[in-house]
């Protein structure tokens, strides 16, 4: 309870903070993007990881304010890196969104108006749910097509772990597949875990859209995805979420 009241008052106080993980080619090692993680200093906790309070914050609502918060925070940040490094990679920020959130009726308008006014262009953020955040919601879907029309990408994130994977494909406008670190964690050999990664990548290479290998923490791991074609991956490997100065340093050196 006394977890649940702090976190109403830490929007206000400035607690919150932002991390990014870099999301790379497996080429090369650029960066192709990062994702934006949210993290809380609580003032005697010190800080508190997100399992511990989004699911306080999506139960009591406080999702709704703290989401615009991150969504905004990241076009901020976004946008400065933009003019300050003047990068000519084409990577993109990524935000995670929840279910409570796309239900809002309002929350494709919020994101026109952070990108307007932030001055960031569409094609620099990428919105990432779960299929269980949108299966059977139409609301949330309708939210993402609206917000797709704006330029900005949609990412399928923990992609194989939720309701109804194929299906959404289908109604969803998906850009990119982020495949869960669950599968990859078992990757290699004759088993189930490699054959949906491989067959997740031959979807996306279908539809045209790009797949994400997420989770990868070894360079097995990296060199098998590499050899099965994937071309993007995230994960301790490659780095953990970053400071901003962090990730601003290797968006710096991108091509
Ligand atoms: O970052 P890890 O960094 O511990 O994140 C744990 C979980 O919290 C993940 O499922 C991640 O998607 C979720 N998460 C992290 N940041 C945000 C955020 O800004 N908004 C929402 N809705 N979920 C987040
Ligand atoms: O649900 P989502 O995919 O947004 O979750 C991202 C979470 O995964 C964050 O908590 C992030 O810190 C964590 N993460 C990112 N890469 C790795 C990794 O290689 N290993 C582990 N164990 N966690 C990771
Ligand atoms: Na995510
Ligand atoms: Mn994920």
Redesign the pocket.
């Known amino acids: 309870a006394k977890l649940g009241a702090d976190l109403r008052r830490a929007l206000d106080r400035d607690e919150f903070f932002l ?1 990014y ?1 870099p999301v790379v080619r497996l080429p090369d090692g650029c960066p192709a993007g990062a ?1 934006a ?1 949210v993290r809380w200093r609580h003032p005697e906790r010190g800080v508190v ?3 511990e309070f989004i699911p306080l914050a999506e139960q009591t609502g406080l999702i709704v304010p703290l989401g615009l918060w991150v969504l905004n925070e990241a076009c901020r940040q976004a946008a400065q890196w933009l003019r300050d490094l003047r990068t000519t990679g084409p990577w993109k920020v990524s935000v ?1 969104v929840s279910a409570r959130q796309l239900s809002e009726p309002g929350f494709a308008v919020q994101v026109a108006e952070a990108l307007a006014g932030w001055l960031l262009p569409a094609d620099r953020l990428m919105i ?1 749910v ?1 299929e269980t955040a949108i299966f059977d919601n139409e609301t949330a879907t309708a939210t993402l097509r609206q917000i797709s029309a704006l330029g900005v990408a949609l990412a399928l ?2 992609f194989g772990t939720g309701h109804s994977s194929l299906s959404l494909l289908r109604t969803a406008p998906v850009d990119v597949l ?1 495949v ?2 669950s599968f ?1 964690d078992d990757l290699g050999g004759d088993n189930a875990e490699s054959t949906i990664v491989t067959a997740t990548l031959y979807i996306a290479n279908g539809l045209r859209l790009s797949a994400v290998a ?4 070894t360079p097995t791991q990296a060199r098998r995805l590499y050899e099965l074609g994937y071309q993007l991956a ?5 780095a ?2 970053l400071p901003a100065e962090e990730m601003a340093a290797l968006l710096a050196g991108a091509a």
């Open positions: 991390v993980q994702e993680l990881p997100p399992v995670n990432e779960t994130d923990d982020k869960d670190k990859v997420e989770g990868v923490e995230q994960g301790y490997h490659f953990k979420p």
